[in-house]
């Protein structure tokens, strides 16, 4: 049994809620001084930081969400000096503008102990080979997963994604014995790895840390049995941190939160109403060691539930159940968080097509699809060929350069998608993810 952190990662309940009311009580003391939207908002619901004293009163405090972030683009909500942030990344978000994040020095440290912590949960060491395939840049997954295994002394392969013969080769070559993609991913490179006839006896391969998209337990079942290796989920969103807010331990029974760092608590995304252990609903996070942006009841839209009983593993670590969807209308894409209205107003730019719309998301050989049919005038679908291939060519390169993914696009008659009576069915989503 290996832990990074015991102290942490084992702690007696009592000790936990002890540290974690110390440090909320700062952490709200800091944003309500620093950040006039928080302070605004706690005024406007009439608390001051001194009403903060127990765990219980957290609920008393407004919501914090993406939005907040895109109001205050880019860099509104930080808490300290921009001569204290030593690193920014960013997720796509709702306008095409990014949600920027920023950490300090201790914010990276702090990373890199999360991220730590996880991949010793995924029996990882300093002898492990670790390939990172999670894309390197302002996506916090190749990063967030590089520098945590360089400081558990594992030999680091930053290969970043893509190129999934190279990834293969490299992988059979280096002796790669710890995988980081995401879930599709490895299951791509599970069929590749068929197709240039590399045996799974070719590979040192052991486990896998996947995430940064849903994935159900029979995919889990599928890339053990094709890599015959371990494949647990790890969680994270930029705002947050990144990868390794949450990880599963080798029993596979939810993902255990490092509580000392992120407060949870599942709430109805409807009313904002706090559920209890066990209850599904929208899982939301106070940071209370984040010293660049911390987050006071960050609404992820993420569905979760928690679980405060001991796991078999021996950590205390609340565990939190697969993340099985959303409660808005975001989809993850490849990694891309897209929002159906940031495909709408592209369309309604380029103003050719007609607004009836439909997503069609689908996964192929475990790779997301986007396709995107729209309906164009009469008049246009009965002119030349040429005018209808230029259209379509100029919505596919606006997607990509707008939302950095390809999409397939066809303009089709008036009337052929469906007409909905009540909310408009933007979305058909056949990638069934099912937990
Ligand atoms: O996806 C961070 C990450 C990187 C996590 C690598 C794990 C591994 P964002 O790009 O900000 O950050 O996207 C965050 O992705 O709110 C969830 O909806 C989704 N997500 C992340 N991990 C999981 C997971 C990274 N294990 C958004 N299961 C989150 C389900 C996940 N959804």
Not at 257 to 273: R, S, V
Not at 298 to 325: P, Q
């Amino acid at each position: 049994m290996q832990y990074w952190n015991s102290t942490y990662e084992c702690m007696s309940r009592d000790e936990m809620t002890s540290i974690q009311t110390e440090r909320l009580k700062r952490t709200i003391e800091k944003v309500y001084q620093n950040v006039p939207i928080y302070r605004d908002k706690m005024q406007k619901a009439g608390i001051e930081p001194g009403d903060i004293k127990s765990l219980d009163d957290l609920k008393k405090l407004p919501f914090t969400d993406k939005q907040d972030l895109r109001y205050t683009y880019p860099f509104g909500m930080f808490t300290v000096p921009m001569s204290e942030i030593v690193r920014i990344h960013a997720s796509s978000g709702t306008t095409g503008k990014p949600t920027v994040v920023g950490y300090t020095r201790k914010d990276l440290e702090t990373w890199v102990e999360v991220v730590a912590r996880s991949l010793y949960s995924a029996g990882a060491n300093k002898k492990s080979i670790v390939q990172v395939a999670y894309g390197y840049g302002l996506f916090t997954g190749g990063l967030g997963i590089h520098y945590g295994a360089e400081k558990i002394g594992a030999t680091v392969i930053p290969v970043s994604g893509g190129n999934t013969k190279r990834q293969l080769q490299i992988m059979k070559d280096f002796g790669t014995t710890i995988l980081a993609c995401t879930p599709s991913y490895a299951l791509y490179l599970a069929e590749e790895m068929e197709e240039m006839g590399i045996k799974r006896s070719d590979l040192k391969l052991e486990a896998g840390i996947f995430g940064a998209e849903s994935w159900s337990e029979n995919m889990r079942k599928e890339i053990e049995e094709r890599l015959g290796i371990m494949a647990l989920d790890i969680y994270g969103l930029s705002e947050i941190i990144g990868p390794g807010v949450s990880v599963d331990c080798y029993c596979k029974c939810g993902l255990h939160i490092q509580e000392d760092h992120f407060i949870p608590e599942i709430i109805d995304p409807d009313t904002g109403e706090v559920l209890p252990p066990g209850t599904k609903g929208e899982l939301v996070f106070t940071t209370i060691t984040k010293e660049g942006l911390p987050l006071i009841r960050y609404r992820t839209h993420d569905i979760s539930s928690l679980n405060y009983e001991k796991c078999e593993c021996g950590r205390t670590l609340v565990r939190m159940s697969k993340v099985t969807g959303r409660s808005d209308d975001m989809l993850i894409i490849r990694g891309v968080n897209v929002f159906p209205s940031q495909i709408e107003s592209i369309l309604l730019e380029i103003g050719e097509t007609a607004p009836h719309y439909l997503l069609i998301v689908d996964r192929v050989d475990n790779l997301d699809t986007l396709e995107i049919w729209v309906e164009v005038s009469r008049d246009l679908f009965k002119d030349e060929v040429k005018k209808m291939e230029d259209l379509e060519r100029k919505i596919k390169k606006e997607i990509s350069s707008v939302l950095g993914i390809n999409a397939k696009v066809k303009l089709v008659e008036p009337k052929t998608i469906e007409r909905s009576e009540g909310k408009a069915k933007r979305v058909i989503d056949r990638r069934k993810i099912q937990v």
